[in-house]
């Protein structure tokens, strides 16, 4: 099986353990800083089923179609051509293969929303990366645009930890997605964490624990 977009390689090692000996996962990622991490955690773990390889997800010529058995994604598409990427796996898969991915909700989670309503408030129109699969509707158009027949779509919401949400504006400010945000100056940048780390707060205020769920989306194709 492969597991695109692995980043640390939680999910791949998952799959390593349910697969056994008699299979095989490979992780891939364009991330050689994320695959550094993914290898120590395999040697860690004492796994022998299971390699990482440097690429890009949405475009793996390197394998010939139909080269692999499953596909898993655990909310990579959010950083991908969705069209593109499910396109390539469908290409990848053997006949009767699956893909299964999770996403979040669009407007989820709320740390999120709150960043981008503090950026509009400074001139910086960033976009909902969950949009694209946002909705049970529109992970099933994604996966039969492909040409999958939708195995199921499964909602569920999910706690953070408290300390996620200590992380909530490094990893809003270094998201992919939000890119615009990281060409602001100093001042700028400053300004902008206060605004959300205040904005943050006041949320918790109005509305216990809520920074603390997020609504995911797990979506299972096949080809």
């Known amino acids: 099986m492969l597991d695109a977009g692995t980043g640390?390689?939680?999910?791949?090692?998952a799959a390593a353990r349910v697969v056994g000996s008699e299979g095989r996962v490979c992780g891939v990622d364009i991330s050689s800083g994320m695959l550094r991490e993914a290898r120590v955690a395999v040697e860690v773990s004492g796994l022998a089923n299971i390699e990482f390889v440097k690429g890009d997800a949405v475009r793996l010529l390197?394998?010939?179609?139909?080269?692999?058995?499953?596909?898993?994604?655990?909310?990579g598409l959010l950083y991908m051509p969705v069209t593109d990427a499910l396109r390539e796996w469908h290409r990848?898969?053997?006949?009767g293969g699956c893909?299964?991915?999770?996403?979040?909700?669009?407007g989820s989670p709320p740390g999120g929303r709150i960043f981008?309503?503090?950026?509009?408030?400074?001139?910086?129109?960033?976009?909902?990366?969950?949009?694209?699969?946002g909705s049970v509707s529109a992970c099933q158009r994604a996966l039969e645009?492909?040409?999958?027949?939708?195995?199921?779509?499964?909602?569920?919401?999910?706690?953070f930890l408290a300390e996620d949400l200590t992380l909530?504006?490094?990893?809003?400010?270094?998201?992919?997605?939000?890119a615009d945000v990281q060409r602001l100056g100093a001042e700028e940048q400053s300004a902008l964490k206060g605004a959300y780390l205040e904005a943050l707060a006041r949320e918790e205020r109005e509305h216990p624990g809520?920074?603390?769920?997020?609504?995911?989306?797990y979506a299972l194709g096949r080809r």
């Open 92 to 95: 990848l898969l053997k006949p």
């Open 145 to 159: 645009a492909a040409g999958f027949t939708v195995a199921g779509i499964v909602s569920e919401s999910i706690a």
């Open 210 to 217: 809520a920074l603390g769920q997020a609504e995911i989306l």
């Open 8 to 13: 640390t390689g939680f999910a791949a090692l």
């Open 116 to 133: 981008r309503d503090c950026a509009a408030a400074v001139g910086i129109s960033l976009h909902d990366p969950s949009e694209p699969l």
């Open 168 to 178: 909530a504006w490094e990893s809003n400010f270094r998201s992919a997605a939000y």
């Open 62 to 75: 390197q394998y010939g179609s139909g080269t692999f058995d499953a596909i898993t994604c655990a909310a």
């Open 99 to 106: 893909v299964a991915f999770s996403t979040m909700r669009a």
